[in-house]
Every structure is written in structure tokens, then in C-alpha cells.
């Protein structure tokens, strides 16, 4: 697993307790790091360093050396994304600091402000990796809209119509939202959703329709067509982030039940469910087309002197640092799954006897020469055997079956080893 590097939050507040609880709040997501000043002249110092390559900052405007927000125009002239918090605001100054290119404003009224902020933290970051495709005939609307999402750190296409938004798609298939416009020449956005929902489900790309001329008709076509949301132009930029990170959030939370669904919640691999509803499928098309394929089991030896002499924290340290070996090692078209306690299977494709043998060998191998640290810095050996089928079966269960058989054999001729059962 790539572990995230840290990302530096700098944050501009004279009181230091709220320092403190912002500190706090932020620093519970792990791969963010404070950097904290209490007033202007400390904030121009510190960027004149350099030393830092902020991710986002988080502003208090009234300082007492600059009382009238003059730190939102220093900061943001470095490029910073902004969120500015203040303890009152009014209908002009939101305006004016909105005018600027801020992320979003927040007052200090109670802890749910503060979890606020650390909620645009983490979405600002999630942004980063989130294509977003706007499509408009409207060269100055495309260029409004493009501005407000790269405040928001999204990745961002144009297109101008329906049909180079579809080619856009087809060449990005990355893209999670789909910003478009109602009325537009050879393909509006009626017909544009449409066509995006016969390649891409709700749960898996969202469409937000537009409109200078929305009315509920409008907006309801849209939604019944297979759109997300409806927002009708000119709008606020609040309404607008509002509307756009909702519709991110629950798909950003379908996939994460996706996720859990498939998923070994110790070691990241996929679980046993997932391995035969997948696999099934997966071992009747390469039966059906004479393909080679291999069944495998692999268990830890003597896992439970692991757990008696160091614990059960240490056992699942061992099968969290196996988890990572076996993601890293297996990719593309194997399949690999956490089968239950210490035992985990394999079913490898495109791969005849002998390459499936030397596979695993080199899996055993590897396993054996690596060392498992636990918390306490100890070093732990470990050892697998492995039980591998490989030939014509009519189910990945009774394929399963034989590897277990293998596997029964290795570890009676003394563990360690790959056994090949045809």
C-alpha cells in the first residue's frame, strides 16, 4: 500500500487555544501537519523561508496587525487554497472574499465549524485525484466554471457540445462528474445524459445538469433521464461547491461500501465472497476457452505459535505485512483472496504448470527471506506451504478442493513447500 506523503496546513490565528483545538482536529487525519503563526508579520516570515509547500491554508481575517483580511491577498497570491474563518460576517465582506478565489468561509461558533473545516481539508485532498468534465457551448461559461473547480483543486476537462464531451469520455474514463449544459447545438444535455447513463451507472459517475432557463419540468427531465442534480445558472459559488461535494460524498461513499463488500478488512485483499463470486465467473470463462489456469492455497506455518508466544495483535501484523506482499506481487489478471484465519487463494490465470509452480516458489521463497516487524520492533520469521492444482476441473470449488489436498501433503512432508496436485 502507498502510504500518502504529509501534506502541510497552515493556519494564521492570534487566539492559541483555538490554535490548539484546530491542531488537534487537523492532525487526527494522519497525513496532514500544522504549521501554525499567530500574526502577519510571523506569516510573511515564515513564506519568505520556503520551507514548506502548503497544501491548504485555514485564515483568520481579523489579525491584529492586518484587522481588515489583508492576509487573504498575501496567501492566495502564493497559490494557497484559502479558507478563511472568521467570528462575523456579513453579506458585502462575503462577496468581496468570495471575489478573491477563497474555498469557502466558516465562523467560529462551536467544535461542528471546527470538524467543518477538517471535512474541506479532506476533500480538497480526495479533489486532487477526481476528474471533472464540464460541458458548455459557452467559451466565458466554461472558463467561470473551470475557475471555480480548480479553487477546489478538481482535475478539469471542456468540452463544447455532446458529442466531443462522449469522445472526451471515451478517452478519460477516470471522469466521476459530468457538469452540462441544457441548451447546446448537435447534442444537448438532455441527449448528452443519456448517453452517459448507457456507459456509466449512478454509482459510478454523477451528472449535474444546467440551465439559464431551468424550470422544475426541466430539472425533472433531467433527473428522470438519469441526472443527479439540477442547479440553475447564474448561482452562488456556495450553492454551487454545496451541490458538486454532496454529489461527490455519496459516490465517494458507495465506493467505499463497494470497497467493504470485497474486501479483507485486515490485510486489504479481497475476502472469501468476493474470491468465488468473481472467481466463478472468472474459472468458467477460462475453462470454456481452454485457457490455463491454477488453484492455489497458501497457509502460514505454525500461525498459532505466533499468536500464543506474541500475541493475537502480533498474528494480525504478520497477516497485515503478508496482505501487502501479496498485493504487491499479484496484480492484473490473479486473482488472490484472504480465505479465512491464516490460510489465503490464489487463482492465477493464463499460466501453465510449470509458471504457476515456479510463481508460488518464488512467492514461498520471497515469504520466507523477508522479515515481519512487530510493534515493538521485533523481527519475526515466518514460513507458508502452499497446495497448487493446476489442470481440468468442472468448478473452482472442487479446484479448491485438490489445492487444499495439496496443501495437506506440504504440510505433512515437513512445511515450507509447494506441493503440486494435477
Known amino acids: 500500500m502507498v502510504k500518502e506523503s504529509i501534506k502541510y496546513v497552515l493556519v494564521v490565528e492570534d487566539s492559541q487555544m483555538f490554535t490548539r483545538i484546530l491542531k488537534r482536529s487537523i492532525e487526527s487525519v494522519k497525513q496532514f501537519k500544522v504549521i501554525a503563526v499567530a500574526n502577519f508579520s510571523d506569516l510573511k516570515l515564515l513564506l519568505s523561508e520556503n520551507r514548506y509547500k502548503f497544501f491548504a491554508s485555514l485564515l483568520d481575517v481579523n489579525l491584529p496587525d492586518a484587522p481588515d483580511g489583508e492576509v487573504i491577498d498575501y496567501v492566495l497570491a502564493r497559490h494557497i487554497p484559502s479558507i478563511i474563518f472568521t467570528g462575523q460576517l456579513d453579506d458585502s465582506f462575503r462577496k468581496k472574499i468570495y471575489n478573491k478565489g ?8 462551536g467544535p461542528a465549524n471546527v470538524e467543518y473545516m477538517v471535512s474541506l481539508l479532506n476533500q480538497l485532498n480526495r479533489n486532487r485525484k477526481i476528474e471533472v468534465l464540464i460541458v458548455d457551448d459557452s467559451k466565458g461559461v466554461r472558463s467561470y466554471i473551470k475557475h471555480l473547480l480548480l479553487i477546489y ?10 458529442i466531443e464531451a462522449l469522445q472526451l469520455l471515451e478517452e478519460n474514463r477516470s471522469v466521476s462528474l459530468v457538469l452540462t449544459d441544457f441548451n447546446m447545438p448537435n447534442m444537448d444535455g438532455l441527449e448528452l445524459t ?3 447513463r448507457r456507459l456509466y451507472n ?6 449535474i445538469g444546467m440551465s439559464t432557463f431551468g424550470n422544475n419540468q426541466l430539472s425533472a427531465h433531467f433527473l428522470k433521464l438519469g441526472g443527479s442534480d439540477f442547479i440553475t445558472k447564474p448561482f452562488l459559488e456556495e450553492e ?3 451541490r458538486i461535494n454532496q454529489n461527490m460524498e455519496l459516490l465517494e461513499h458507495i465506493r467505499e461500501l463497494k470497497y467493504l463488500a470485497t474486501r479483507d478488512y485486515l490485510t486489504g485483499l479481497y475476502n472469501r465472497r468476493h474470491f468465488f463470486d468473481y472467481g466463478d465467473d472468472l474459472f468458467e470463462r477460462y475453462k470454456n476457452t481452454h ?6 492455497l497458501l497457509d502460514i506455518d505454525f500461525f498459532k505459535n505466533v499468536n500464543d508466544s506474541y500475541g493475537h495483535d502480533a498474528g494480525d501484523l504478520v497477516l497485515q505485512q503478508l496482505g501487502i506482499i501479496l498485493l504487491k506481487e499479484f496484480k492484473d489478471d490473479d486473482l488472490v483472496a484472504r480465505y479465512g484465519g491464516e490460510e489465503f487463494c490464489f ?9 504457476a509452480l515456479q510463481r508460488l516458489e518464488y512467492l514461498r521463497a520471497l515469504i520466507e527471506a523477508d522479515s515481519f516487524i512487530l510493534e515493538d520492533g521485533l523481527e519475526l520469521k515466518v514460513t507458508v506451504s502452499i497446495g497448487l492444482f493446476t489442470g481440468k476441473q468442472d468448478s473452482l470449488e ?3 478442493s485438490l489445492a487444499d489436498k495439496g496443501l495437506y501433503q506440504a504440510k505433512e512432508n515437513g512445511r515450507n513447500q509447494v506441493m503440486l496436485v494435477q
Open 398 to 400: 472442487s479446484a479448491l
Open 240 to 242: 454551487f461547491f454545496c
Open 202 to 207: 449512478s454509482q459510478e459517475m454523477a451528472i
Open 347 to 355: 487463482l492465477l490465470s493464463n499460466k501453465n504448470k510449470q509458471e
Open 153 to 162: 483543486q478538481f482535475n478539469v476537462l471542456e468540452a463544447q457540445d455532446g
Open 102 to 109: 477563497i474555498v469557502d468561509y466558516v465562523l467560529k461558533e
Open 194 to 196: 443519456k448517453n452517459i
Open 291 to 296: 485457457s490455463n489456469i491454477a488453484v492455489a
